[in-house]
């Protein structure tokens, strides 16, 4: 582990009885640690004694991407990935009979985050040192990491293999051939060398073969042509986590046509003869497609019987890829991220995703076996994690009741204190404008101090409309909310940060674990409205989010006191008063939390569109930083243009030409 600080305040403390709860193989263990008390530095701690590879799960995509890069500055020498659904948009496939309406599923996936899903399991198949910081959805279907691994290409300096056969196995793994640029999944053939840019990363593996085979690997920059690193072998995983095995493709095609003519016979019997007719249409396509390229659209529906799992047994998920014991034991930590909300996430998905399955297979668009391509239930899950640390500000019965210890961390290491709170009634009176009006004067003073501010609403609809409002009065804000892309909300959170805009406003997407210290003031619109957005929990989460500034201030737009608004005020107030009594027995002054400015999405970006940027860069300045070089890759280019015009492999003369005299340009 890395880092300026050492623990402080409650941490060491917290660290101490984590430690001595997993020495003594306590299953759970609950962190309650308040908003800003360095839960994750905490944890980091942990995971730095224990040694063990360990899985975050966090119960959004924003918090986790947040999650993965502070563990990737605490943890920089070894591997740390995040791993998400890779859908930036997602329709399930679903039937609704009283419409007669069928909904195709439809998906957009993002190719950045689909290369990370496979870095994740690559490292959890390859090294020991790993850490993965993943949403809710690792506990969906995935695809065997056995079969995984086992169809994994390991090619070495020496090896006697043909340019064909190489290519061959390329694409028996899923990689596609292409004669333009590399991108991951991707190889393509120039003379008497293959490049490829397997899932996983953004460098290419170069193989360069002759007549006794492969004769050198290298790594290199998929830009400037640069070797990275010579290779000695290297290992090149299938580009998807579900395929058909070759040696399992047979077994599972008859399986699935055994089950197919079941299931027709049980619907000619019911006289649902529609629905027959549709299932064998659609089923036999997919077989075809399945015997033919080893892959079909929703392939995962049979992923039961291409694994050879007995019906209603649970599905290979993101957990299958972690290290086990030999007795089959898990052998990894846990830590599940604001487990109040995390947890029943968790317990809900399962139910979900089968009743929408159940009415396709009773319609004729699916087999019954779709049912065991699915999230895994409540019980599996803790069947599947071995010691679990559950961290929250305000945990949940569920974590209070499981856990052997709760260990509380309310001294922040900085001295900051729960926010001072206001309360305010919700409706204009006298001279009192209403909620709107004063919290865009609230705002306006604190924009004057060079802080930000955070104003939270019930609904998408209102937060667009307040962002808007805000803007023609001449306040420069941005909404947010969860139809926004994944991507797009860590790159709005940082330009928040950086002061490119003084207001955010948004739902209950603000609340967990966002660490914002430059917001020295949130108003809570509408915060006598009781519900799952105004609960105590909530509530108090949305109050810690100005905990990291030492001018917090919280305001509570109310008519009334609910019970869920006394209890936060009473618990912020209880927090409070044990904070100021602790900094004033120590003399300690609180100091706003200096946080460096980065995200995520610095490390998504293309390494491609980064190394073109800074070439052009140069390039407009008229100044070349390295032109010996940039004519010595010319050089190695043109030389490798005559070998393929000598092979008459004009499709890879083509793009060595347009490498060509884009360098030439620089």
């Not at 292409?178 to 460098?203: C, H, S, W, Y």
Request: hydrophobic letters at 35%; glycine letters at 6%; a positive charge.
């Amino acid at each position: 582990m890395k880092s300026e600080f050492a623990p402080a305040g409650d941490q060491p403390k917290a660290i101490s009885s984590l430690l001595d709860g997993l020495a003594k193989k306590e299953q759970f263990q609950t962190l309650l640690g308040v908003t800003g008390s360095g839960k994750t530095f905490t944890v980091a701690n942990v995971i730095e004694k224990i040694g063990k590879p360990t899985l975050v799960i966090a119960h959004n995509k924003t918090l986790a991407a947040q999650l993965a890069q502070e563990y990737r500055h605490f943890f920089p020498n070894h591997a740390v990935h995040y791993f998400v659904s890779y859908y930036d948009y997602y329709q399930p496939e679903a039937y609704m009979p009283n419409t007669d309406t069928y909904i195709e599923k439809d998906a957009s996936i993002n190719e950045e985050i689909e290369r990370l899903r496979h870095a994740s399991t690559q490292a959890l198949l390859t090294r020991p040192d790993v850490i993965i910081v993943a949403s809710v959805s690792c506990i969906y279907g995935l695809g065997s990491p056995a079969e995984y691994e086992k169809e994994n290409l390991k090619l070495s300096r020496g090896q006697e293999i043909s340019r064909a056969e190489l290519g061959r196995a390329f694409v028996s793994i899923f990689h596609e051939r292409t004669n333009a640029d590399l991108k991951p999944g991707f190889f393509r053939v120039i003379g008497n060398a293959l490049e490829i840019m397997p899932m996983g990363t953004q460098n290419v593996i170069r193989f360069e073969l002759g007549p006794s085979g492969i004769e050198r690997i290298a790594t290199i920059d998929p830009i400037s042509s640069s070797i990275i690193r010579e290779e000695a072998s290297v290992f090149i995983f299938p580009s998807k986590h579900f395929f058909t095995n070759k040696n399992k493709k047979d077994p599972a095609l008859k399986s699935i046509g055994s089950e197919l003519k079941k299931r027709l016979k049980e619907l000619e019997k019911g006289g649902k003869i529609l629905e027959a007719e549709r299932l064998k249409r659609r089923t036999t396509y997919d077989l075809a497609m399945i015997r033919e390229v080893g892959y079909c659209s929703g392939i995962e529906n049979y992923s039961r019987h291409l694994a050879g799992r007995e019906a209603g047994s649970s599905p290979d998920t993101l957990l299958s890829y972690f290290p086990h014991k030999k007795d089959g034991t898990p052998d990894f930590l846990t830590i599940i991220d604001e487990s109040h909300a995390t947890i029943p996430q968790i317990g809900a998905m399962f139910g979900g995703d089968q009743s929408r399955k159940k009415t396709l297979i009773e319609h004729g668009f699916r087999l019954p076996s779709a049912l065991d391509n699915r999230p895994l239930k409540f019980s599996e899950f803790w069947d599947r994690v071995s010691q679990v640390i559950f961290t929250s500000a305000t945990p949940a019965d569920f974590e209070r009741e499981k856990s052997s210890r709760i260990v509380e961390q309310i001294i922040r290491p900085t001295g900051l204190v729960d926010p001072i709170i206001d309360i305010k009634p919700v409706t204009a009176k006298g001279s009192y404008g209403g909620q709107v009006q004063d919290v865009m004067e609230e705002i306006a003073k604190v924009i004057k101090t060079g802080f930000r501010a955070i104003a939270t609403t019930l609904t998408k609809k209102m937060a667009e409309d307040l962002a808007a409002y805000f803007k023609e009065k001449g306040i420069k804000s941005e909404y947010l909310h969860s139809e926004i892309k994944t991507l797009d909300r860590i790159k709005i959170l940082t330009a928040f940060r950086r002061g490119d805009f003084d207001v955010l406003v948004g739902v209950n997407l603000l609340r967990e674990g966002l660490d914002l210290p430059e917001v020295s003031f949130i108003g809570v619109l509408d915060a006598d409205k009781e519900g799952f957005l105004r609960s105590e929990t909530s509530l108090v989460q949305i109050i810690g989010r100005a905990a990291r500034n030492d001018r917090g201030r919280v305001v509570l737009y109310a008519d009334g006191m609910t019970n869920s608004l006394t209890r936060a005020v009473g618990e912020t107030n209880r927090r409070r008063e044990i904070q100021l009594a602790y900094n004033k027995k120590h003399g300690i002054t609180p100091k706003t939390i200096q946080k460096k400015i980065e995200d995520i999405t610095q490390e998504l970006e293309s390494e491609h569109d980064k190394a073109v940027a800074s070439l052009l860069a140069v390039d407009r300045a008229g100044i070349a930083t390295d032109p010996k070089k940039i004519v010595k890759i010319i050089k190695q280019k043109k030389r490798e243009l005559t070998e393929v015009i000598k092979l008459l492999d004009f499709e890879s003369a083509a793009i060595l030409r347009d490498e060509i005299r884009a360098l030439e340009k620089i």
